[in-house]
Structure formats: structure tokens, C-alpha cells
């Protein structure tokens, strides 16, 4: 069974804290992908991976970094977290090539920043 | 940039037809998606259209203009669980792979 792992499905955080959030995929694909959800406003892509070291700005990359050291690994790093950053976070992962099918999601991580 | 535009929210009854519409403003696009999520749970994929027309999968059906700007999610013989949102997506071209640039999402409510 594939799967996309999101490694805390609940974090409450502090203003200015380093928050770390982790995804693991086991279906060996190229791309991973971090998006937010918010009443109102969709889905919206920060940051994308398209190989391991590789990343590419999504739409709202500002106040977040990425990292990809290994190919199953994308984490998400909030450097100073802030109230406006209170979201859900889903993490996806596609196959090169992938028509919508093989676009997998994780469960989501329901972040508050107090 | 893009610009999807989808209606907020739709009541329908058991048993019955719904069509939810998409409508988009893109300079290309590769695919257009459709996504079911329910509250609480990652969006599952639903249909996929990369040319002009409708793909029938089941009790769900998904159409395409591309020249018309213009897509719709067609959910058939309505079921009480079939109350979701449903996210109409574009593939696009970025960097070296496809991304997905979402609209905001149809909350469904369907009534018995």
C-alpha cells in the first residue's frame, strides 16, 4: 500500500519557534510537494522538489525553507514561526511524468503558532 | 498567473445529479484535475482531462473546453457520503515537473 507519511498530525508552537515538519514517501517518486490549506483560500504550493537537493519556489514560499537531503525525505522548515502561519500542511508526492492518479497526499499536519 | 474559480458551496439531494463547475484564466496548462477531500482528510483524486470532451469514471464524470475556459465534475446517483469538497486543480509545467495549482473548493452538502 503506497503511502505518504506526515511524521505529526497535531503541533502547537510558539511565537518565533523553529518548527520542523517531515514527509516520507515510500514509493521512490521524484517529486514531493509542501502545500497550505486555509478556509477560503484552497490549497496553495510552497515549496517543490523535483530530485534529491533540488527545490523550486511555489507561490507562497515566503517565511519557509525546504529540505530534501534523501529522496523519500521532504521536510518543511518554518524558521520563526508566526500566528499567520497557523494552517494545515499537506504534503504530496507524484511520479516523473504523473497524470493526476499517481499524485499522492498525506494525512496533514494541523499546525498552531501561539 | 492563474486564476481558478469554483462556487463555494452546493446542497443537493440523495439520489439525485449535481454539476459542479470550474472555471479557469491560464497562459497552458497540461491537465485539469478533480479532487475529493473530505473534512479532516487528504484530497483523493477523482478524474484527470487532458483533451477536450468528458471522461466517465463510475458515478463520477469530468469535462473539458479548453477554449471555453471551462470544466465541471458531474457526480451521479448522489450518495449521503459524497458530502466533500471538491477541488478543481491545473498540472502545470514547473521546472521539471508537473505542480498542481488549486482552486479553492465546492463544499458539498448532500440531503437526504
Known amino acids: 500500500d503506497v503511502k505518504v507519511t506526515q511524521s505529526s498530525r497535531y503541533l502547537v508552537k510558539r511565537t518565533g519557534e523553529k518548527v520542523f515538519l517531515e514527509c516520507v514517501q515510500d514509493m521512490d517518486h521524484e517529486n514531493m510537494f509542501w502545500y497550505r490549506q486555509d478556509p477560503g483560500l484552497g490549497l496553495r504550493l510552497i515549496y517543490f522538489s523535483y530530485d534529491v537537493k533540488m527545490k523550486e519556489k511555489g507561490d507562497i514560499p515566503e517565511g519557509y525553507s525546504v529540505s530534501r537531503e534523501k529522496k523519500e525525505r521532504f521536510s518543511l522548515i518554518l524558521e520563526s514561526a508566526s500566528t499567520n502561519q497557523t494552517s494545515m500542511y499537506l504534503c504530496?508526492?507524484?511520479?516523473?511524468?504523473?497524470?493526476?492518479?499517481?499524485?499522492?497526499f498525506g494525512e496533514g499536519s494541523w499546525l498552531t503558532v501561539v | 498567473g492563474q486564476n481558478i474559480d469554483q462556487p463555494t458551496e452546493m446542497t443537493a439531494t440523495e439520489g439525485a445529479i449535481v454539476q459542479i463547475n470550474c472555471t479557469y484564466q491560464t497562459s497552458g496548462f497540461n491537465g485539469l484535475f478533480w479532487y475529493q477531500q473530505h473534512a479532516g482528510e487528504a484530497p483523493t483524486f477523482l478524474s484527470y482531462n487532458v483533451l477536450d470532451g468528458l471522461e466517465e469514471k463510475g458515478r463520477f464524470s469530468s469535462f473539458l473546453s479548453r477554449s471555453k475556459g471551462y470544466s465541471y465534475l458531474l457526480l451521479k446517483e448522489l450518495q449521503m457520503k459524497d458530502s466533500a469538497s471538491y477541488l478543481c486543480a491545473l498540472g502545470l509545467y514547473g521546472g521539471a515537473t508537473n505542480k498542481l495549482i488549486f482552486g479553492t473548493g465546492t463544499l458539498l452538502a448532500v440531503q437526504p
Open positions: 504530496a508526492s507524484s511520479s516523473e511524468g504523473a497524470s493526476g492518479n499517481t499524485i499522492y
